[in-house]
């Protein structure tokens, strides 16, 4: 059975909900507060909107192929920021996404994904030839 989003909201931290929440909550795209095995533990409204929600895995929405680009591991590993930009041909999206560790939280990191495809060069639409 699930965990309702009541009870993983109270296993954090309240200021680190709180800070989650302001800091993310009018972004203009999906920010998520997750831990390391992938739950996610807060939604931004841009998340929400996708179908995202308290208590489900990250990669439930998606197929395993995007996942291949994630870097959480290794955000969490070293304690620092990673960012992966990467394009999907079947989506005709080129999305600039981050894994940030959460100071303190050694489980905890915000995953935040944009989509910068009105920005990237139409060849990387184009299927590649490998």
């Not at 972004?27 to 807060?42: G, H, Q, V």
């Not at 909107?49 to 590993?77: I, P, T, W, Y």
């Amino acid at each position: 059975m699930a965990t309702k989003p009541e009870q993983i909201n109270s296993a954090i931290k309240p200021d680190v909900l709180k800070a989650f929440h302001l800091m993310w909550d009018a972004f203009p795209a999906s920010a998520l507060l997750m831990m390391r095995n992938r739950t996610i533990l807060a939604c931004n409204p841009s998340a929400i909107e996708r179908g995202l929600q308290v208590g489900m895995k990250c990669f439930q929405l998606s197929s395993d192929k995007v996942h291949k680009h994630c870097k959480a591991n290794a955000a969490l590993e070293e304690g620092v920021a990673q960012r992966v930009v990467s394009c999907s041909p079947s989506t005709n999206k080129v999305n600039n996404s981050y894994w940030v560790p959460i100071a303190g939280e050694p489980d905890l990191f915000v995953h935040v994904v944009i989509d910068i495809s009105q920005y990237a060069k139409p060849e990387l639409f184009q299927p590649r030839r490998d």
